[in-house]
């Protein structure tokens, strides 16, 4: 037993070592880093520059940061950050809640009653370019006599979230098995009522990543809010590009305003990257 154990204890144990695919992995995961990151943390960068900073490579790594550029995005004599931040919220949000309402019914009846036609319609309003409807919208709209107010932001926005909520709780309803909704309706339930006590909670995951996937876009949009906004429905990205001028783009300002628009989309994907993970990859096992 002693020489055995003795033997056992001197042998050593085998370092792992780096396979070429593993290290082809980590080179590979380091470029992606980089290419995602990089153009983020030069923008962070730049927002801490003054111009002549930024244009000089001297001063790519190691500079004297100022807040200089965030003073200027927030100083009211060129325009109230505040309330585009508000108008950017409030188109977002109500764009998601309309579709929500409206795409998540949908959805379910397309998924029991197995409406797949509807719904390839229905996606074609995701396909279709955005910019081939502005015209129309923008006639439409200001022969309303609503141009430049909230409303037409929101429509354009459902527009274009709907079909992708749809798309995306018609996965989750898929997965649901439809006995649950059958022994609720023996036990008394309507149709309605299975739908409500019985569908709708077990799809919470679902909802939530339509939820956020929309939100994201909505905040995001640009060229509807170009078209479609007034001066006092001004949105975080269109508010951005005023710092591009005719004969210059004050590019420091530009980066501030940048961050500006992008923390609160990186932080709440940061929080909810498990319900947008689940969501994307939903019905990718189904059968």
Known sequence: MTTLFQKSAGKKRKKPKFKPSSIGRVLGLAILIFIF?????WMVAASLKFNVQIYDSSQ????????????????????????????????AFMATGFSLVFAVPAAYAMSRFLMRKS????????????????VPWYFIFAQLNITGSFLPLILSHMFVSMPLILYIMMSFF?????????????????????????A???????IATATILSFIFSWNNFM???????????????????FIGYASIDWGALMAASVVVTTPIMVIALFTQRYIVTGLTAGATKG
Request: charged content about 15%.
């Open 60 to 91: 790519a790594f190691i500079f004297e940061p100022t807040l200089a550029n965030y003073e200027t995005v927030f100083d009211p004599r060129r325009g109230n950050y505040l309330v585009y931040i508000w108008n950017s919220f409030f188109v």
């Open 200 to 206: 709708l909670p077990l799809s919470i995951p679902g």
């Open 174 to 198: 898929d997965q649901l098995p439809e006995e649950l909704e059958e022994s609720a309706q023996v036990d008394g339930l309507t149709a309605i009522g299975a739908f409500l006590r019985i």
């Open 119 to 134: 719904a390839t319609s229905v996606l074609l309003a995701r396909i279709i370019p955005g910019v081939s409807l502005l």
């Open 224 to 242: 509807f809010a170009l078209v479609l906004s007034g001066a006092s429905t001004k949105t975080l990205p269109v508010a951005v590009f005023d």
């Open 37 to 41: 990151l990089g153009p983020i943390a």
